[in-house]
């Protein structure tokens, strides 16, 4: 699929005049602009929204973006949101601004966005006549999960947490402790670990969410060279007397037949 432009569009008329680039309350910009952000970046990060450059455009408050070459997470659930109503398979930091702007639409008739891009064949439209929604609401339980991955970000300025991107390429926060973090002896910054964590899963997805740290879990796969020499020096001991090992095994079984 080519580079795509995707034009985000808030229509607010709810302060008695429609929002415009001319005029808009700053808060509502602000909110706005902030949400678009998150929902283009995802859970999954796919687009460095730092570096991306938007428009604004005319025709209420529309944000546009620059052609964004390679985004297939963002183009699957644009087409997905066009397809249905149906929100539980979506990237969840998308999800959850969908189920924003649906809130926001239902509390006032003036408040609508507008999601377009040339490779759909029509807007998304997210008003007080959508029902955009996840029904997977009862699908969540608390566990207590190991997870494995690598660590891409830890600690944080308000709020200590960790980024693990997992082996499926998704990325996971997870929020911990200052003072754990802080007694962390081990560098595992960049480096594969393995978390305890506690969290809610949904089992219809599969996916986990609002996890906290409970631990470090030291992880190291491997082949304990030591030991395997151990384990096979006594296994030479206990054959030792054995003149054809493959002939007393198959004397065991009843014979080679």
Request: hydrophobic share 40%.
């Given at each position: 699929?080519?580079?795509?432009?995707?034009?985000?569009?808030?229509?607010?008329?709810?302060?008695?005049?429609?929002?415009?680039?001319?005029?808009?309350?700053?808060?509502?910009?602000?909110?706005?602009?902030?949400?678009?952000?998150?929902?283009?970046?995802?859970?999954?990060?796919?687009?460095?929204?730092?570096?991306?450059?938007?428009?604004?455009?005319?025709?209420?408050?529309?944000?546009?973006?620059?052609?964004?070459?390679?985004?297939?997470?963002?183009?699957?659930?644009?087409?997905?949101?066009?397809?249905?109503?149906?929100?539980?398979?979506?990237?969840?930091?998308?999800?959850?601004?969908?189920e924003k702007w649906q809130k926001a639409a239902r509390a006032s008739r003036e408040v609508s966005v507008r999601i377009g891009a040339p490779f759909l064949d029509r807007p998304i439209l997210i008003s007080i006549?959508?029902?955009?929604?996840?029904?997977?609401?009862?699908?969540?339980?608390?566990?207590?999960?190991?997870?494995?991955?690598?660590?891409?970000?830890?600690?944080?300025?308000?709020?200590?947490?960790?980024?693990?991107?997992?082996?499926?390429?998704?990325?996971?926060?997870?929020?911990?402790?200052?003072?754990?973090?802080?007694?962390?002896?081990?560098?595992?910054?960049?480096?594969?670990?393995?978390?305890?964590?506690?969290?809610?899963?949904?089992?219809?997805?599969?996916?986990?969410?609002?996890?906290?740290?409970?631990?470090?879990?030291?992880?190291?796969?491997?082949?304990?060279?030591?030991?395997?020499?151990?384990?096979?020096?006594?296994?030479?001991?206990?054959?030792?007397?054995?003149?054809?090992?493959?002939?007393?095994?198959?004397?065991?079984?009843?014979?080679?037949?």
């Amino acid at each position: 699929m080519e580079a795509q432009r995707i034009t985000v569009a808030l229509i607010d008329r709810s302060a008695g005049y429609e929002a415009t680039p001319e005029r808009v309350r700053l808060r509502s910009l602000a909110d706005f602009a902030a949400d678009v952000e998150a929902f283009l970046r995802g859970e999954s990060r796919e687009i460095d929204t730092a570096q991306l450059e938007v428009s604004v455009e005319p025709g209420s408050v529309a944000i546009q973006t620059a052609p964004i070459p390679a985004a297939p997470l963002l183009f699957n659930d644009l087409e997905a949101l066009l397809g249905g109503e149906r929100l539980d398979r979506l990237d969840r930091r998308r999800r959850e601004i969908v189920e924003k702007w649906q809130k926001a639409a239902r509390a006032s008739r003036e408040v609508s966005v507008r999601i377009g891009a040339p490779f759909l064949d029509r807007p998304i439209l997210i008003s007080i006549d959508s029902d955009y929604r996840s029904d997977d609401a009862d699908q969540w339980v608390q566990v207590e999960r190991y997870v494995r991955g690598e660590i891409e970000d830890l600690g944080g300025v308000s709020r200590a947490n960790a980024h693990v991107r997992l082996p499926d390429g998704t990325s996971l926060k997870v929020s911990a402790d200052r003072e754990l973090l802080r007694n962390e002896k081990t560098n595992r910054l960049y480096k594969m670990a393995m978390l305890r964590v506690r969290a809610q899963y949904n089992v219809l997805t599969h996916e986990l969410r609002d996890a906290r740290l409970m631990e470090f879990v030291e992880y190291a796969p491997g082949i304990d060279e030591d030991e395997l020499a151990r384990m096979t020096r006594r296994g030479a001991q206990a054959w030792n007397d054995v003149p054809d090992a493959t002939s007393w095994v198959d004397d065991l079984r009843g014979g080679a037949d």
